[in-house]
């Protein structure tokens, strides 16, 4: 019988071999990773560059081929122009309005929807509860020609009652997301504050808001962006002009034979610039609010 003796300098030198070829192969598998990320970050950045770049261009150079991605000279007067174009700023008055219903309405009547599912025990609440997550199953389109026979009895069309009063009733989705993340918070929290003397309303006000702050930082981001982006809302119920948002004042400058691009590409990208900061700013607690929803339900 033959043994074979691997002297300790052979054995050390085979593990630091060992260990290099694993670090280079994670440092290679990463290498291509964060390329490939990098390479879909600036084809979906494309349509954004492409956006500034001819808002910033003069008429004869956004239709010329081949496309001049750089503009030269650089037009700066076409922001300033959008306001005398059109009123703009009337507009943004328009739309901060609804926005502002959009972002508190929902904080403050989902939170209170959802912490009566999440922590209260009644018959039928499960019950409930499934009722009004089924209603995320039926179009908004299908219900659509009734609301707006109710809106026009009630003389709603043409004011911003129907872009703002059902917003402050809450939202089925927003329910379900603040619910979600409620049933992460632990029991004991509430049942120390009720041996205190607190009340639910004390108990929702002083504990669970403070905890859902990231949930409730999610909700007013998707309300924002769905009031800020929404153009069918105003497309149905606004007639006067003076009563416009963003989103619906961008036809203004599509004219029936002409369009001045310059000036629609540079309204258009005051409308994208509010929507990115704000998720900049808040995209932890936004991932974090979706994230620990998912955790418990």
Known sequence: MSVHVVAPGLESHAGSTSVRRVRVSALAGQTVLYAALITLSLIFALPLFWLISTSLKANRQIFAFPPIWIPSPVIW???????????????????????????????????????????LRAPGSAVIFMLMLSTLMVPGFVTLVPVYILFAKIHWIDTFKPLIIPALLGNPFF????????????????????????????????????????????????GFQGAWNDLFGPLIFLNSSSRYTLALGLQVFQQQHTTDWGLLMAASTMMVVPMLVIFFFAQRQFIQGIVLTGIKG
């Open 77 to 119: 007067q076409n922001y300033p122009d959008v306001f005398l174009y059109a009123p703009f700023a009337h507009y943004l008055f328009n739309t901060l309005l609804i926005c502002s219903a959009h972002v508190i309405g929902p904080v403050i009547t989902c939170s209170l929807a959802a912490y009566a599912f999440a922590r």
């Open 175 to 222: 329910i379900f997301l603040l619910r979600q993340f409620l049933l992460t918070i632990p029991a004991d929290l509430e049942e120390a504050a009720r041996i205190d003397g607190a009340t639910h309303f004390t108990i929702w006000y002083r504990i669970m808001l403070p905890l859902t702050r990231p949930a409730l930082a999610t909700v007013a981001i998707f």
